[in-house]
């Protein structure tokens, strides 16, 4: 069998990739790489407030809701990404939520979105990237509209109220910058440690850490500490989920063939890696083709101007030598 899914479910693992709602039935060549590749899909964007939340009281699921459609013909799950985070708020936040409703906004929310797919989703990214390393406060929570308007409960809340709405969907807790073992890396580990510890101690309930892997070639490798990172998370029972791996090249020089080639290996090592850690049961890219990548935006984009080939498949739909390398490092699980 040749496809990522097709490796991946001899051996029991989720695969699978973030998607966009128009391009799953408006782009065919997209529509079929993704039914082909992958049994676990995530929303780059749908299923954030900022897609979901076009008013106050408005809910708008037609992108989310596609993206379950599509899902459920092809035997595909989903995860859903996210219910609170510091970015992708609506413009009609700032004014309308204030500390005295916001916990009401959040507790709605949740009950409404993760209420309406209960049952449905594989797992919910509950609270996404909560933890700063340059935060000054002593448990490292990073200023966001959520912290200021609820406090730093505001991560139980979510958690509490997920769990609520959907007692079926595993409830994750997301992040970056975790991966490799420079010093902002281990600290952050650390600092996302203590949160789940703390979580745990006081009965919150949390099934999952999510690890985005947003990988960048040129940076030290992930290795020993990541490991040890994902152990303990075993240890107190929870799972791990690669949730976001992409590998930025912006800075690696070379011809194509070269830098392909580098890239492929940093799939190979680390989804081997990671694979081979009984708690880790799921491996998602964020995005499928070059063609579509959050790392051609301006904060990331190639110093060169050059289009990054950062995914599985490059921007004809042409498998990259990162999917051959990707595919055998599913086979040693
Ligand atoms: O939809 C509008 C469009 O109507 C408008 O014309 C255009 C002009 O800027 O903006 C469009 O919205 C953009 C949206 O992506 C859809 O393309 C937003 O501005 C832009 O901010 C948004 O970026 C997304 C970003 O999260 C913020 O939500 C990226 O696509 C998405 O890849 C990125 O994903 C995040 C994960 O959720 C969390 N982890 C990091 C990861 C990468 O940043």
Redesign the pocket.
């Known amino acids: 069998p040749r496809s990522l899914r097709a490796h991946a479910e001899q051996r029991g693992l989720l695969v699978g990739c973030?998607v966009?709602p128009d391009r799953l039935t408006g782009e065919p060549p997209y529509g079929s790489v993704v039914a082909e590749q992958a049994n676990l899909l995530v929303a780059?964007?749908a299923m954030?407030w900022?897609?979901l939340r076009p008013a106050p009281g408005k809910f708008d699921f037609r992108g989310a809701d596609e993206i379950l459609a599509f899902a459920a013909g092809h035997k595909q799950k989903v995860r859903g990404?996210?219910l609170c985070?510091h970015?992708?708020i609506p413009k009609w936040f700032d004014g309308a939520v204030t500390r005295d409703n916001a916990r009401q906004f959040l507790v709605q929310h949740i009950q409404t979105v993760a209420g309406r797919y209960a049952g449905k989703l594989h797992s919910w990214d509950v609270v996404?990237?909560a933890i700063d390393t340059k935060s000054d406060r002593p448990d490292a929570l990073r200023k966001s509209p959520w912290l200021e308007l609820i406090g730093p409960d505001y991560i139980e809340l979510a958690f509490r109220t997920a769990r609520q709405a959907d007692p079926a969907a595993l409830l994750t807790y997301?992040d970056?910058g975790i991966e490799n073992d420079s010093a902002d890396n281990r600290e952050k580990r650390g600092q996302v440690l203590q949160l789940v510890r703390r979580m745990k101690d006081r009965g919150v309930p949390i099934d999952a850490v999510g690890v985005?892997s947003?990988l960048t070639v040129t940076d030290p490798a992930p290795g020993a500490g990541l490991q040890e990172f994902v152990r303990e998370l075993r240890r107190m029972g929870l799972q791990v989920f690669v949730?976001?791996l992409d590998i930025n090249e912006r800075k690696l020089e070379g011809s194509i063939a070269e830098r392909d080639a580098a890239i492929a290996k940093l799939y190979k090592d680390y989804v081997t890696m990671m694979v081979a850690e009984p708690n880790v049961s799921a491996v998602l890219t964020?995005?499928i083709t070059d063609r579509y990548?959050?790392l051609d935006?301006p904060?990331y984009a190639r110093i060169d101007g050059k289009p990054q080939r950062c995914l599985p498949f490059d921007s004809d739909y042409q498998p990259s030598p990162a999917f051959f390398a990707y595919r055998d490092a599913l086979d040693t699980r």
């Open positions: 973030a966009v780059e964007n954030k900022g897609a990404h996210n985070w970015e992708s996404n990237e997301n970056y985005q947003h949730t976001e964020w995005g990548t959050w935006g904060k």
